[in-house]
């Protein structure tokens, strides 16, 4: 996975909005790191749930689906 095409200063400001007075390089690659890899991975949930579905083409339902089963596996595990 290509990192290069995400700068480190949406992370930053993110993380500056979510209340952090000062953040590291360090924390912000591992946060650019973990942001993508979560987002590689359910793009290939979602792609597979198309697929499934004889689509070719992701549709928001498809993104939907795979949120919604994320937030049911979190209420099911508390």
Known sequence: ?????????????ISKDAGAK?????ALKAIRDMVLEEADEKSRQIATIAE??????????????????????VISNE
């Open 1 to 13: 996975m290509r990192t290069t095409e995400f700068p480190y200063t949406p992370f930053g400001r």
């Open 52 to 73: 499934h579905s004889g689509r070719k083409t992701i549709m928001r339902k498809d993104v939907l689906f795979v949120l919604k089963k994320k937030n049911a596996s």
């Open 22 to 26: 000062r953040i590291s390089d360090l």
